[in-house]
């Protein structure tokens, strides 16, 4: 993977252990890989932040800022502004993407 990614994916995620699992999965295998992925834990009360931290022991593209609960708008933004990619590609944590979305 080069030192700066191009695309940089973008998810807040707000107790959604149900669906989480998929999301992550759909992002993490997609066939281009030059990506980061920045999650923002917005304060979940449920097993989400567990969640994630099992996927960022797994695959180092994974950044995460987890804090209390700011709202959706507030959090994509903060995921924006830490993004290092070119491109901002949005993901929430009850979607799939499909392998060639990047």
Known sequence: MNKIPLISAVMSVYNSEKYLNEAIQS?????????????????SIDNSLN???????????IVLISRENKGLPYS????????????IARMDPDDISLPTRF
């Open 27 to 43: 992002i993490l295998n997609q066939t281009y890989t030059n990506f980061e992925f920045i999650i923002i834990n917005d304060g």
């Open 51 to 61: 969640i994630i931290h099992e996927y960022m022991k797994k695959d180092k593209r």
């Open 76 to 87: 994509l933004n903060e995921a924006i502004n830490k993004a290092k990619g070119k491109y």
